[in-house]
């Protein structure tokens, strides 16, 4: 079966430093989705995109975060200058329509 | 707004024991339900759904019926296996399929022989 991967696995940064976390969605897929999940937390909507631009994005996705799609398979989300409270497993989704979401492993961010 | 709370964990259980994971949902409209599953180290897999009121989704032996009079979507297995082993997510979206996902907190299931 076809899957999203994410890379990296897990990431660390200081605070205040911009991290850009990579997403292989499926690649007959249309929309594409950012969740998190902060440790023993629900998992939260971020964002979703859909033709080269946001679709929906949650309270969360303020303006330190951005979504890109800079060429035909990667999707990544960028944290301009991370904080503490962004420490989190990052999942990406993707689907087509009309379709479950398939999700990546998620990588796990932790800001010091 | 809409959300979904979920059974706290972890659970325990052995090998062969009657599952419940209890799942309620809040929502405008008419949601769609689904269980998601995590195994380590893996993405998020959908285990089952249902889009409308008594339906029941199945697979791989779980199962969860639809239910808008409790606005539940409790999920059962009648006989637990050590592969069984994972983290049980509850969700609802209020758009079939495309749309994005509200998430319970998730509950760590562990099968010991």
């Known amino acids: 079966e076809p899957e999203v991967t994410q890379t990296p696995s897990h990431q660390v940064t200081q605070m205040g430093q911009e991290v850009i976390l990579r997403c292989v969605p499926i690649s007959n897929h249309l929309y594409f989705y950012w969740y998190r999940q902060i440790l023993g937390q629900k998992v939260e909507f971020l964002v979703s995109?859909?033709?080269?631009?946001?679709?929906?994005k949650s309270e969360i996705f303020d303006d330190q975060f951005s979504v890109e799609r800079p060429d035909g398979s990667n999707f990544t989300l960028k944290i301009r200058s991370t904080k503490l409270e962004d420490s989190a497993m990052y999942f990406c989704?993707?689907?087509?329509?009309?379709?479950?979401?398939?999700f990546g492993p998620g990588t796990r961010l932790t800001v010091t | 707004g809409d959300s979904v709370t979920q059974m706290e964990g972890p659970v325990t259980l052995s090998e062969e024991a009657f599952l419940t994971i209890n799942c309620t949902y809040t929502a405008t409209g008419y949601p769609s339900l689904f269980w998601y599953v995590q195994y380590p180290g893996e993405g998020l897999q959908l285990l089952l759904k249902?889009?409308?009121?008594?339906d029941k989704g199945s697979n791989k032996g779980f199962e969860a019926t639809y239910r808008k009079e409790t606005t539940s979507f409790h999920l059962e297995k009648g006989s637990v296996q050590v592969s069984d082993s994972a983290v049980y997510f509850c969700a609802l979206s209020t758009q079939t399929g495309a749309n994005n996902l509200f998430f319970g907190t998730g509950t760590r299931l562990t099968v010991i022989p």
């Open positions: 995109f859909y033709n080269n631009e946001i679709s929906e």
């Open positions: 989704a993707s689907n087509q329509r009309e379709g479950k979401q398939y």
């Open positions: 249902a889009t409308k009121a008594d």
